[in-house]
């Protein structure tokens, strides 16, 4: 910018330079006296010009002069501003760089001093819940206390009473001597009940030795016994063989007695209903007694059966039985 302003204050003046001198080299003498004017008269004429110009061109170049020199003040003038404004810049940008260092160690500081005001937090909400848990513990204690309060003053009223203890602290030192004298005798009880304990495994131990010998020796006497025994026990076998023999055919006999008997009662009760009589050839012939009343059974029940189909019909004949065929 200040390179393009000087050239542009140069560029000026060189404008303006010319255009003086050309205006004051371009002076013409009148047309008349030209004509009358002798060379010398001419040589001089041109001098004066020329001393003119130089005049002219003097104080050109001396105001030309004092114009650079002010060009140069200004321009110094102006690097001075550019250098203080580059200085500026400078101290603008490190003014922002540690502004923004500042801003972010605000931040930080910001996030940390958050970080210890929500730790607090918890700190104070943990020492609350310590506090509250220490008043329920003191509410503990003082309602213990008040609970105990009642053996204190009992053990004040002891002390009122008896002549043996002067002071409360006398009862609870033979109270824990006695507490210590009962603990020493619970130790020596289960010191003791270990030794019992180990006399009784051991003589369990011989007991279960000297049983396993006795229970041999009973095994080997049951041994014997048991052969005995099946020797009386199969001599008894037959005794009781021949025996059950005899009496299972005198049984035998009896129910093949009894058997016929009732066969041939129930044939006669079936020839009575049906009102026929016993042929002859059928007397003795169980067998065939048998199935003859085995098949008037058989008839019999389907009868009653379709006689129970048709409940609601005309009661049957009484004679409805009749038709039955003995074979």
């Not at 580059?86 to 003014?95: A, N």
């Not at 730790?119 to 220490?134: F, N, T």
């Not at 009473?161 to 109270?175: A, K, L, M, P």
């Not at 006497?221 to 005198?250: F, G, H, P, Y």
């Amino acid at each position: 910018t200040e390179y393009k302003f000087i050239v542009q204050m140069a560029t000026a003046l060189e404008d303006y330079f010319k255009t003086t001198f050309e205006n004051r080299l371009m002076v013409k003498m009148p047309e008349q006296e030209a004509d009358h004017l002798t060379p010398a008269t001419r040589l001089l004429e041109k001098k004066r010009e020329m001393a003119e110009v130089e005049q002219a061109l003097a104080a050109q170049k001396e105001e030309f002069q004092m114009k650079m020199e002010t060009l140069q003040q200004r321009r110094d003038e102006l690097q001075r501003k550019e250098q203080k404004l580059k200085e500026s810049l400078l101290k603008f940008d490190k003014f922002l760089k540690e502004n923004d260092l500042k801003r972010a160690r605000a931040l930080k500081k910001a996030k940390n001093e958050q970080d210890l005001c929500r730790q607090k937090d918890r700190e104070i909400e943990k020492l609350v819940q310590e506090i509250e848990e220490l008043n329920a513990t003191g509410r503990k204690q003082k309602s213990k206390l008040k609970k105990y309060t009642i053996y204190r003053q009992f053990l004040e009223k002891v002390v009122e009473q008896s002549d043996e203890f002067d002071e409360t602290q006398e009862i609870i030192s033979r109270y824990e001597t006695l507490k210590q004298t009962r603990e020493d005798l619970l130790d020596r009880e289960h010191r003791n009940q270990d030794s019992i304990e180990t006399e009784r495994t051991d003589l369990i131990k011989f007991t279960e030795l000297r049983t396993n010998e006795i229970l041999g020796y009973n095994n080997e006497l049951a041994n014997l016994q048991t052969i005995l025994e099946e020797v009386q026990s199969e001599t008894v076998k037959w005794e009781s063989e021949w025996a059950r023999i005899q009496t299972t055919a005198a049984k035998k006999t009896l129910l093949l007695g009894q058997i016929k008997m009732a066969t041939h009662n129930l044939l006669t009760l079936m020839y009575k209903h049906l009102q026929k009589k016993m042929p002859p050839s059928e007397a003795g012939q169980t067998l065939l007694q048998l199935e003859k009343v085995q098949t008037f059974i058989k008839d019999l029940t389907e009868i009653t059966n379709e006689i129970k189909r048709h409940e609601g019909a005309a009661v049957p004949n009484p004679h409805l039985l009749g038709p039955v065929l003995i074979t």
